[in-house]
């Protein structure tokens, strides 16, 4: 008797890799999506040029009172451009500080870039080298994090923000209130 | 004829094997102690592309994996050991960033069940082995 449940074993084992796989696939994620282990953690120090103002940068100066919105974005990324309503969405309809992060980009081009589709930032360090974004744990540009009003990272999104992005972010944002 | 296409298809696949030690280190970024240059290397190795995924940082071409063999040279010119660089990458990245995932109580299962399964095959071959000289 016991042999022959033995026997049995493999495809019972079989049959639950195949359910757990058809699982994997039916339910909806981005399995090219890696969770960020900056999640609970502080946000990174770090100090900057800002594109629009004379003052450097600081970033324990900028972080810890409130709400804050930081967007990894760059010109020559054409995600971010699509994403941009979104972000303006964040600063001029709720009312939510953002912070923009000019990555590896031109000044000159990040200023009229602002002009022609509006500038939704409070501060727009500028990460010249890419080593702001690594502080980050930043992959691929957009990518979008919550801080909370204790410097605390709260949620990381990488790639353009859409609709349902935006709702999702919005509905956190009024649950950390 | 066969024989000899046979012979080439060999050959091709053979210099294949010979040349996979390919690599994106740019010749501005080698260090010039050949030492530190070695231990960058080996490093660079371990690490994951997060772009590619599936390569290592030493191979892929990306300009993420070229920031961090650069950021990855710095620190062993800072003196950093091995062990710090590795936790500044994942303390970043997370373990994902390692190609090699470590032994911890969540990748158990990912490090021992190729173990257990190949055991209970073990079992079962013998099991039915002796079933069949039974027969016999």
Same mark, same amino acid.
Request: glycine share 2%; with cysteine; charged share 25%.
């Given at each position: 008797?016991?042999?022959?449940?033995?026997?049995?074993?493999?495809?019972?084992?079989?049959?639950?890799?195949?359910?757990?796989?058809?699982?994997?696939?039916?339910?909806?994620?981005?399995?090219?999506?890696?969770?960020?282990?900056?999640?609970?953690?502080?946000?990174?120090?770090?100090?900057?040029?800002?594109?629009?103002? +004379?003052?450097?940068?600081?970033?324990?100066?900028?972080?810890?009172?409130?709400?804050?919105?930081?967007?990894?974005?760059?010109?020559?990324? /054409?995600?971010?451009?699509? =994403?941009?309503?979104?972000? +303006?969405?964040?600063?001029?309809?709720?009312?939510?500080?953002?912070?923009?992060?000019?990555?590896?980009?031109?000044?000159?081009?990040?200023?009229?870039?602002?002009?022609?589709?509006?500038?939704?930032?409070?501060?727009?360090?500028?990460?010249?080298?890419?080593?702001?974004?690594? =502080?980050?744990?930043?992959?691929?540009?957009? =990518?979008?994090?919550?801080?909370?009003?204790?410097?605390?990272?709260?949620?990381?999104?990488?790639?353009?923000?859409?609709?349902?992005?935006?709702? /999702?972010?919005? /509905?956190?944002? +009024?649950?950390? /209130? | 004829?066969?024989? $000899?296409?046979?012979?080439?298809?060999?050959?091709?696949? %053979?210099?294949? @094997?010979?040349?996979?030690? %390919? @690599?994106?280190?740019?010749?501005?970024?080698?260090?010039?102690?050949?030492?530190?240059?070695?231990?960058? &290397?080996?490093?660079?190795?371990?690490? &994951?592309?997060?772009?590619?995924?599936?390569?290592?940082?030493?191979?892929?071409?990306?300009?993420?994996?070229?920031?961090?063999?650069?950021?990855?040279?710095?620190?062993?010119?800072?003196?950093?050991?091995?062990?710090?660089?590795?936790?500044?990458?994942?303390?970043? @990245? #997370?373990?994902?960033?390692?190609?090699?995932?470590?032994?911890?109580?969540?990748?158990?299962?990912?490090?021992?069940?190729?173990?257990?399964?190949?055991?209970? #095959?073990? @079992?079962?071959?013998?099991?039915?082995?002796?079933?069949?000289?039974?027969? $016999?």
């Amino acid at each position: 008797m016991l042999k022959k449940e033995i026997l049995l074993l493999p495809l019972i084992i079989f049959l639950f890799i195949l359910i757990t796989f058809f699982y994997l696939l039916k339910i909806e994620r981005n399995p090219s999506e890696i969770p960020s282990n900056l999640i609970n953690k502080n946000v990174p120090i770090f100090e900057a040029e800002s594109l629009l103002k +004379k003052d450097t940068f600081i970033s324990s100066q900028e972080f810890g009172r409130e709400i804050i919105i930081v967007n990894f974005f760059a010109t020559w990324c /054409k995600p971010c451009r699509d =994403e941009h309503k979104f972000i +303006k969405r964040f600063s001029s309809k709720n009312k939510i500080r953002v912070i923009g992060i000019n990555y590896k980009d031109n000044s000159k081009k990040t200023v009229q870039w602002l002009k022609k589709l509006g500038n939704p930032y409070s501060n727009i360090p500028l990460d010249k080298n890419g080593s702001i974004a690594i =502080e980050w744990g930043v992959y691929g540009i957009p =990518e979008t994090f919550i801080v909370n009003s204790n410097s605390m990272i709260k949620y990381r999104h990488v790639g353009p923000i859409n609709k349902n992005v935006y709702n /999702k972010i919005i /509905k956190m944002i +009024k649950n950390m /209130k | 004829m066969k024989n $000899k296409f046979f012979l080439l298809i060999i050959i091709f696949f %053979l210099t294949l @094997y010979v040349n996979n030690d %390919l @690599y994106s280190v740019e010749p501005d970024e080698i260090l010039q102690n050949t030492k530190q240059e070695e231990r960058a &290397r080996i490093i660079s190795k371990n690490i &994951r592309c997060m772009v590619c995924q599936n390569q290592s940082i030493d191979e892929s071409n990306s300009p993420l994996a070229k920031d961090l063999r650069v950021l990855i040279r710095n620190k062993i010119l800072d003196e950093k050991n091995d062990r710090e660089i590795y936790q500044f990458l994942t303390d970043r @990245y #997370g373990d994902f960033i390692l190609l090699k995932p470590p032994i911890k109580s969540n990748t158990l299962l990912l490090w021992f069940l190729p173990v257990i399964f190949f055991l209970l #095959g073990i @079992y079962v071959v013998f099991f039915h082995d002796n079933k069949f000289k039974k027969l $016999k």
